[in-house]
């Protein structure tokens, strides 16, 4: 297996390290035309730029699409990152369509803000001040983001139970769920971990007023990553009834969709450690080689997909033709002749 790796999305090694591929430019330029086509397929997704590199990977090698569910592996990815930037960099961000603006790495939140205490809400009937236009803010790029903040900073959306709850590893895919609307579709909200926790105390009684709510984490086939949902439980403290669910990634979902994996530092004693007592011995050899897999590998359409399947729930069965009309003769008056 080639030698050529991903550096760690969060911590570990800087981008660029390692020999730089033979790769053109050009031909790199033009795969991510393709993979922009197909990150957006069906109905005109949006996709973060670290979803638009794994998915230039997958144009360069098509056969991996017809090997994915057939044959497992993690193969290495045949496009160097550093590559891969220079090539969107020289094409133009503002060219792509569907591509999200990167987030900033620290001070902008990504999900529901603090709420607001009722006595700051100004009364509607008191008249303000025009006030001067003030400088567009980094949230302002997804406006989609600053409008979910927005519904979640007024307290009395805390006084309803909540069923459902997503955290997120990756604060992009955070921002990616949202901007697709995942949020509205599975009434499911959708925070970054690291923004999140600890949980505001409003969130956690909405939770504990739900009775039976559970609590979905989605983060990395990494030693970081299977280790977050044991810390979301444990910072969710004594609230009695909520239910923490990995979605994964887990590292044999990595083999079974054949995604591009990479290699970082060899996790620590500590860190093995910490790994679930459920994962299979090969997958903890596998981790411990310090290879890693980002949920960002998974295509865009399916992981909406699997989000949405996973948090919604099964869905009721869809009635016949012949089922609907039996229905609608018994349901009353002037709904079917009864001569």
């Keep these: 297996m080639s030698k050529r790796h991903l550096p760690p999305p969060r911590s570990g090694p800087t981008a660029g390290t390692g020999q730089p591929s033979g790769r053109p430019a050009g031909?790199?330029?033009?795969?991510?035309?393709?993979a922009a086509a197909r990150a957006g397929a069906p109905g005109g997704?949006?996709?973060?730029?670290?979803?638009?590199?794994?998915?230039?990977?997958?144009?360069?090698?098509?056969?991996?699409t017809l090997l994915?569910?057939?044959?497992?592996?993690?193969?290495?990815?045949?496009?160097?990152?550093?590559v891969f930037a220079r090539a969107l960099e020289a094409r133009g961000r503002e060219t792509v369509p569907g591509l999200l603006p990167p987030l900033p790495e620290s001070g902008a939140r990504v999900g529901p803000r603090r709420p607001r205490e009722r006595a700051e809400r100004p009364e509607?009937?008191?008249?303000?001040?025009?006030?001067?236009?003030?400088?567009?803010?980094?949230?302002s790029e997804l406006p989609e983001l600053s409008q979910f903040s927005e519904a979640y900073s007024e307290p009395d959306v805390y006084d309803y139970g909540l069923p459902r709850l997503l955290m997120c590893q990756d604060r992009s895919?955070?921002?990616?769920?949202?901007?697709?609307h995942v949020h509205l579709e599975a009434a499911c909200p959708v925070f970054a971990a690291e923004d999140a926790l600890p949980l505001d105390p409003r969130l956690l009684a909405a939770l504990r007023r739900a009775e039976g709510a559970t609590v979905y984490v989605l983060h990395d086939a990494s030693p970081a990553g299977l280790a977050l949902p044991a810390q979301v439980r444990s910072g969710l403290g004594p609230v009695p009834g909520v239910r923490v669910v990995s979605l994964g990634l887990a590292?044999?979902?990595?083999?079974?969709?054949?995604?591009?994996?990479?290699?970082?530092?060899?996790p620590g004693p500590a860190a093995l450690a910490a790994l679930p007592a459920a994962l299979r011995p090969r997958e903890a050899d596998w981790l411990a080689e310090g290879r890693f897999a980002e949920v960002a590998a998974v295509p865009p359409d399916r992981l909406l997909r699997t989000v949405l399947r996973l948090t919604r729930g099964p869905r009721p069965p869809r009635d016949s033709l012949w089922s609907?009309?039996?229905?609608?003769?018994?349901?009353?008056?002037?709904?079917?002749?009864a001569a």
């Design 27 to 34: 031909v790199a330029g033009r795969a991510i035309t393709a």
């Design 124 to 139: 509607r009937s008191e008249p303000s001040e025009p006030s001067e236009p003030s400088e567009p803010s980094e949230s």
């Design 45 to 64: 997704l949006r996709f973060t730029e670290r979803q638009l590199y794994y998915e230039t990977c997958r144009v360069l090698t098509p056969g991996s």
């Design 324 to 337: 609907g009309l039996r229905g609608l003769r018994g349901a009353g008056f002037m709904t079917w002749p």
């Design 251 to 266: 590292p044999r979902h990595a083999a079974a969709l054949r995604l591009p994996t990479g290699r970082g530092p060899a």
């Design 173 to 180: 895919i955070a921002g990616m769920l949202l901007a697709n």
């Design 68 to 82: 994915r569910g057939r044959v497992p592996g993690t193969p290495a990815p045949v496009l160097r990152l550093p």
